[in-house]
T-cell receptor, first 112, second 115 residues
Framework: AQTVTQSQPEMSVQEAETVTLSCTYD???????LFWYKQPPSRQMILVIR??????QNATENRFSVNFQKAAKSFSLKISDSQLGDAAMYFC?????????FGAGTRLTVKP | DTAVSQTPKYLVTQMGNDKSIKCEQN?????MYWYKQDSKKFLKIMFS???????INETVPNRFSPKSPDKAHLNLHINSLELGDSAVYFC??????????????FGPGTRLLVL
C-alpha cells in the first residue's frame, strides 16, 4: 500500500524567511502524481503545487517550489519569503489511478 | 461559481440518527470522492466514484452509503450515527485521463458533530 510520511508535525518560520516542509512516500509505481495541499483555519483544502513523477524538473508556483527526488521518494515543499497568510496545515499527497493518500500534515506557524 | 460545493457545512445530530451530506461539482469532472478528516487532521479516503460507478470503497462501516445520481453529484448517507463519526467530511472531484486521476479539487467540508 502506498504511504505518505510527513515527519514534521509542526514547523515555524519568521515572516519573509524560507521554510522547507518534508515529505516521503512509498510506492512501487513509476508514473504518479504528488501534491501539496494547504488547509488554513477555514478548513478549505487548497492546492498549492503539483508534480508529475515522469517530469524531472521541479515544479514551481510563485513562492512555492518543490524538491522532487524520485529515487529517494522524497517530495519537499519550499516556501520562500513566507507571509502571515501562509500559516496553515500543509498536507503532502500521492495519487495513482483512483487513489489519493495523504500524509498526517505539518502545521506551519509564521511569526511576524 | 463554486467548483465543488457541499451541504450542509455544519451538522449537529444525536446518536442513532440518519443523515445525508450532499456534494455537487460543476467542473465537468468524471470522478468524485469522499474523505473523512478526524480530530487529528488525518485525511482518509472513503469512497470514489467514476461516472457514477463505485471504484474505491475503503474499509468503511456499511452504515455509510454513497449515492451518485449523476457524475456531477455524490451524496453520502450515514445511518445510525455514532459518536466516532464526528469529523469533517470532504468531497472532492477530479478528471481522469489515461487511467490516471489528476488534481483533486475539494469542497469546503462538512463538520459533523454527533452528540
Amino acid at each position: 500500500a502506498q504511504t505518505v510520511t510527513q515527519s514534521q508535525p509542526e514547523m515555524s518560520v519568521q515572516e519573509a524567511e524560507t521554510v522547507t516542509l518534508s515529505c516521503t512516500y512509498d510506492t512501487s509505481e513509476s508514473d504518479y502524481y504528488l501534491f501539496w495541499y494547504k488547509q488554513p483555519p477555514s478548513r478549505q483544502m487548497i492546492l498549492v503545487i503539483r508534480q508529475e513523477a515522469y517530469k524531472q524538473q521541479n515544479a514551481t508556483e510563485n513562492r512555492f517550489s518543490v524538491n522532487f527526488q524520485k529515487a529517494a521518494k522524497s517530495f519537499s515543499l519550499k516556501i520562500s519569503d513566507s507571509q502571515l497568510g501562509d500559516a496553515a496545515m500543509y498536507f503532502c499527497a500521492y495519487t495513482y489511478n483512483n487513489d489519493m493518500r495523504f500524509g498526517a500534515g505539518t502545521r506551519l506557524t509564521v511569526k511576524p | 461559481d463554486t467548483a465543488v460545493s457541499q451541504t450542509p457545512k455544519y451538522l449537529v445530530t444525536q446518536m442513532g440518527n440518519d443523515k445525508s451530506i450532499k456534494c455537487e461539482q460543476n467542473l465537468g469532472h468524471d470522478t468524485m470522492y469522499w474523505y473523512k478528516q478526524d480530530s487529528k487532521k488525518f485525511l482518509k479516503i472513503m469512497f470514489s466514484y467514476n461516472n457514477k460507478e463505485l471504484i474505491i470503497n475503503e474499509t468503511v462501516p456499511n452504515r455509510f452509503s454513497p449515492k451518485s445520481p449523476d457524475k456531477a453529484h455524490l451524496n453520502l448517507h450515514i445511518n445510525s450515527l455514532e459518536l466516532g463519526d464526528s469529523a469533517v467530511y470532504f468531497c472532492a472531484s477530479s478528471q481522469s485521463r489515461s487511467g490516471l486521476r489528476l488534481t483533486q479539487y475539494f469542497g469546503p467540508g462538512t463538520r459533523l458533530l454527533v452528540l
